[in-house]
């Protein structure tokens, strides 16, 4: 990962309480337009950060896999649903499947996925920081400032405009 997002993630570890009581402010409040914020922080991240230089995600966690993306997957793959499961996936302390491994088995070595016309829905959607209604992800998205640069990014601006 390049220098310039390890700082944005050290950024969050070193702000870590300070953003704690940010996310537990705007939970309580909902501002109004904290959809517009955070969606225009999530576009400007993303002018900035290029996941082919990143990968954090795919490298570090595991997207929750469904029958949908099960189904998907095994037929990109030419195998059966079951086969699929067996080979990749195990449950989760919440009973979702998850892969087996990380770095997942389908990010390659230049850091493009191999499966990604059909790539699981939450790999789409990840890091949600453009998702409608974001007060109800703000718990997840402040785990994820561990994980992903962007969501630091989101952070930082949010704790600009909110603190
Ligand atoms: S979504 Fe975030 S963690 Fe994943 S590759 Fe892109 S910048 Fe990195
Ligand atoms: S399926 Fe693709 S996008 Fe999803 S975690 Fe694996 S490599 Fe990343």
Redesign the pocket.
């Known amino acids: 990962m390049k220098k310039e997002y390890k700082d944005k993630l050290m950024w969050a570890a070193q702000n870590k309480a300070e953003l704690s009581s940010l996310n537990n402010k705007l939970k309580k409040t909902k501002p109004n337009k904290l959809d517009e914020v955070a969606h225009r922080s999530h576009d400007n991240a993303f002018k900035k950060i290029d996941c082919l230089q990143c990968a954090n995600?795919?490298k570090t966690i595991s997207?929750a896999i469904y029958e949908r993306d099960i189904d998907r997957l095994a037929k990109h793959l030419r195998i059966k649903p079951s086969a699929f499961i067996d080979a990749y996936l195990l449950k989760d302390e919440v009973g979702d499947y998850v892969m087996k491994s990380q770095p997942?088995p389908?990010?390659d070595s230049e850091n493009y996925?191999m499966?990604?016309e059909s790539?699981?829905t939450a790999?789409r959607e990840y890091p949600h920081t453009d998702r409608k209604r974001f007060f109800q992800l703000l718990d997840l998205s402040l785990k994820n400032t561990e994980i992903c640069p962007a969501v630091a990014d989101v952070f930082q601006e949010l704790k600009k405009v909110y603190s």
């Open positions: 995600c795919c997207p997942c389908f990010l996925c499966v990604y790539r699981p790999c």
